[in-house]
């Protein structure tokens, strides 16, 4: 208890919780319904980023299958808001639901190591795409759409997509504090020595399993919550864009590119791509369509030249940032 107090009161985290907090206020101060989507789309990738640097940047497993958390979310959320169901608690529902799936694959799954682990997390994307297709109850492969009269209980589709935004900016406050404590807990001296040579930490005395299954989890919940209010946004959602594996992809990015293993690094990595994607999407022509080539371009740059990412590069060349950059 007193090492999470200790962490609780260190300046670098209420740095990011202050950071993330003026930040995402901005759409508020303008009261423009660009801004809000703009950031909204920020604050999602920056919780989808954070949640799998718990797995990928404290353990190294490279997780292609984290959208499945996203997805699988987005699903039970919107069929618990089509039943009528508030969002919180409908978000939250899935959330539990998601990471108890998690805990039940975890175990058989996270006894694989290195590209093993990699191909049979896409294969769970792909199974759970393949069922949730073929559930009647579910939309089948059209999916499932909501009546705009479900906005009413929040006064109106315009104040739901402002009560949306406050949530996820809660969300993404959340999951950033819990990187930050996670990393700086037992339990993440634990996931970074199994990163850095998981025999050696299971000779240590380190329960490698236990410790990888709980980051597992841990990386599950929250995805299932923004998945939730993503489509519940949307007022539709199908398995073409529920179990994208171009959103894995993308997350997998932005935490290199920030820097794996750090807290600031999904963050600014989520920041960065989702701008740079946006503006490609708005692009005239061919652009528009180089969104996935950019997405391996950026990769194949930081594993050549800055493996550690921007974070980490900036934490290795000045040593004085340390203090600050988690």
Known sequence: MRPLLRSLRRPPLWLLVLVI??????PYVTASALNRETFFLILMFVTLASSLNILLG?????????????GLGGYIGFYLIREGWHLVPASLVAATAVTLFALAIGG????????????????????????????????????????????????????AQ????????????LVVVLSYLVKNAKLGLGLQSIREDE???????????????????????????????????NTNIEPASAFQLRTSIEAIVMVM??????????????????????????????????????????????????????????????????????
């Not at 907090?21 to 901005?26: A, D, K």
């Not at 404290?58 to 996203?70: I, L």
């Open 21 to 26: 907090l003026l930040v995402g206020s901005w």
């Open 58 to 70: 404290y353990t190294g497993y490279v997780n292609f299958g984290n959208v499945v958390f996203f």
């Open 108 to 159: 058989p799954v996270l006894r694989l190591r290195g590209a093993y682990f990699a191909l049979v997390t896409i294969g769970v994307n792909e199974a759970l795409r393949a069922l949730v297709t073929n559930l009647d109850f579910l939309g089948a492969s059209t999916g499932m759409s909501l009546n705009f009269s479900v906005y009413d209980a929040y006064g109106g589709a315009r104040n």
């Open 162 to 173: 402002w009560f949306s935004y406050g949530y996820v900016l809660v969300v993404t406050l």
């Open 199 to 233: 025999d050696a930490a299971e000779v240590l005395g380190i329960h490698t399993s236990r410790a990888k299954l709980v980051a597992f989890a841990l990386s599950a919940f929250f995805p299932a919550v923004v998945g939730t209010v993503f489509f519940f946004k």
């Open 257 to 326: 590119l920030g820097g794996a293993g750090t807290v600031w690094g999904p963050i600014g990595g989520a920041a960065a791509y989702e701008r740079l994607r946006s503006s490609l999407i708005t692009a005239p022509g061919v652009l528009r369509e180089l969104q996935l080539f950019l997405s391996g371009v950026i990769l194949l740059l930081i594993v050549l030249f800055i493996p550690e990412g921007v974070i980490g590069y900036v934490r290795r060349k000045f040593s004085r940032t340390r203090a600050v950059l988690e």
